[in-house]
């Protein structure tokens, strides 16, 4: 029998993991991270307002496209989330000419097995440091591809955390990013059905969220602020 962790135990776990020598470490991560002064707010100039009413597109990706995507993600010893990250990420550089800034990623903060198995809200968003050269797509794609996975060896520091330490440091930040971005894969089941509850409000100016349904439906879903881009942007 599998055992399940209580909620309330997982809180207590991170308030150890705050005395930890592993917070210590992940709080000098950070704080190296952030020394480099990266762009935070990549969309600052289209903040005109605070209005977060937001409205979505999607788009289908064929899975004879989406396979040849996974031959180069599995050829290339890349994440498909890294692709993508650093398809994003190279638009942003060519359009806005940044080169160097943060996206928001989704974390699972499940590192356990017990964890795995217990119902709740463990997943935070977390900054990913980009840096876009001149290099080779696949070139830029390894470094956000090893960008990554340096992250998820520090995901227990909350984005509160990081805030927190920034501002102790003299450099507060309303947003650690103005972009999330995400990939996610859905097992097919016939015993249960996927239902997205979107509130057309979004806390970020813009969310991308690849997904893929199985191996034969892929969804491109791009979520923006009305008030700083129009659908044909």
């Not at 903060?109 to 198995?117: A, G, I, P």
């Amino acid at each position: 029998i599998k055992r399940h962790q209580s909620y309330q135990e997982y809180i207590d776990t991170y308030e150890k993991y705050k005395k930890s020598k592993r917070y210590i470490a992940d709080k000098k991560f950070w704080l190296k991270q952030f020394s480099s002064n990266p762009r935070c707010s990549i969309f600052e100039a289209k903040k005109t307002s605070f209005n977060y009413a937001s409205d979505e597109v999607d788009f289908r990706l064929s899975s004879e496209l989406f396979d040849k995507i996974k031959a180069y993600c599995h050829n290339n010893k890349i994440s498909v989330q890294s692709f993508f990250n650093t398809v994003y990420s190279v638009y942003i550089y060519k359009t806005l000419g940044n080169d160097f800034f943060t996206l928001g990623v989704p974390v699972l903060n499940r590192t356990t097995e017990v964890e795995l198995n217990t119902i709740g809200l463990y997943m935070h968003i977390v900054p990913l440091l980009v840096r876009i050269s001149e290099d080779s797509f696949l070139q830029n794609a390894i470094n956000v591809e090893d960008a990554q996975l340096t992250l998820f060896r520090h995901q227990k520091f909350t984005q509160y955390d990081i805030k927190e330490l920034l501002k102790e440091e003299g450099k507060p930040q309303n947003s650690l990013f103005d972009m999330v971005a995400d990939y996610q894969y859905f097992e097919e089941n016939e015993d249960y059905e996927f239902e997205f509850i979107y509130s057309n409000s979004l806390s970020v100016p813009l969310e991308i969220h690849m997904q893929s349904f199985g191996a034969k439906k892929h969804n491109l879903k791009i979520r923006y602020r009305t008030s700083m881009f129009s659908e044909k942007e």
